[in-house]
């Protein structure tokens, strides 16, 4: 099987610091990969790097292509990434407001990303987005609402609904669930899992938190000062960890 996603040698510096050096995996389709580490471990710079928000200093970002087959995102014109961008990739950002337009609707929000690969009809757009707020467990009476009336849990789910529409193959995920309650985290979860599943999507999520990753995550990468220490299935990292340093997140976990 073709992977969906190649990271060959990626590598960001800021100056004399390191971002992310010498990140190397291979995801499949339908495959989850977690991301965790402190806060200044690189995983961040990571994702963005992988996303195209950030321009590497070295590396590949190898996507399967539906028209080309496989491509260097890095290498991809700024429009060509664009369109990668609203089609079959999504960003989840951990801040709501950070992936909506405020001012714009509930169904407005899910609407232009439709728009932006096409759909044109009225009505399909606003039926999608009728759809799609059930799909995420918003009212569809909510669909003229702008994203400013929504709690922050119903904010993360438009978000969701808005990138999901389109119907993408791989999704980067950045502390999805940070800052929000825990039985609204619970729920989100719930929800991201069941639609990772119906959908057959790829994902990278990005969390400090384990109890995401446990739930979410086929393969798990542990980052420290920029590097990769330990990767495997989630399950054996979690449950037997090899590196000191993983071996610390997990006992501080335990220790709560």
């Known amino acids: 099987m073709t992977p969906l996603l190649q990271v060959k040698g990626i590598e960001k510096r800021y100056g004399a610091r390191i971002g992310c050096t010498d990140v190397n995996f291979d995801l499949y389709p339908g495959e989850v990969m977690g991301i965790v580490g402190e806060s200044g471990s690189g995983k961040s710079t990571l994702l963005n790097c992988m996303a195209g928000h950030l321009e590497p200093d070295a590396g590949q970002v190898v996507f399967d292509t539906r028209a080309g087959g496989p491509m260097d995102t890095v290498t991809m014109t700024e429009p060509e990434r664009r369109m990668l961008g609203r089609t079959d990739w999504a960003f989840v950002h951990q801040h709501a407001r950070d992936g ?74 950045d502390e999805p669930t940070g800052g929000l309650d825990v039985s609204v985290q619970a729920r989100l979860l719930d929800l991201l899992r069941g639609l990772v599943r119906e959908m057959g999507l790829s994902a990278i999520i990005v969390t400090h938190d384990l109890a995401v990753v446990r739930l979410l995550a086929d393969r798990l990468m542990v980052m420290k000062s920029g590097h990769v220490v330990e990767a495997g299935l989630t399950d054996q990292v979690l449950d037997d960890p090899q590196h000191g340093y993983t071996q610390l997140l997990v006992s501080s976990v335990l220790q709560v």
């Open 100 to 173: 909506l337009r405020m001012s714009v609707s509930a169904g407005g929000n899910i609407g232009e990303r439709l728009m932006a690969v096409g759909d044109r009809h009225y009505g399909a757009i606003r039926d999608k987005a009728v759809d799609w707020l059930g799909r995420v467990e918003i009212d569809e009476s909510r669909v003229d609402d702008r994203p400013t009336a929504f709690s922050g849990g119903m904010q993360q789910r438009l978000q969701i609904a808005r990138n999901l529409v389109t119907g993408p193959r791989l999704v980067f995920m």
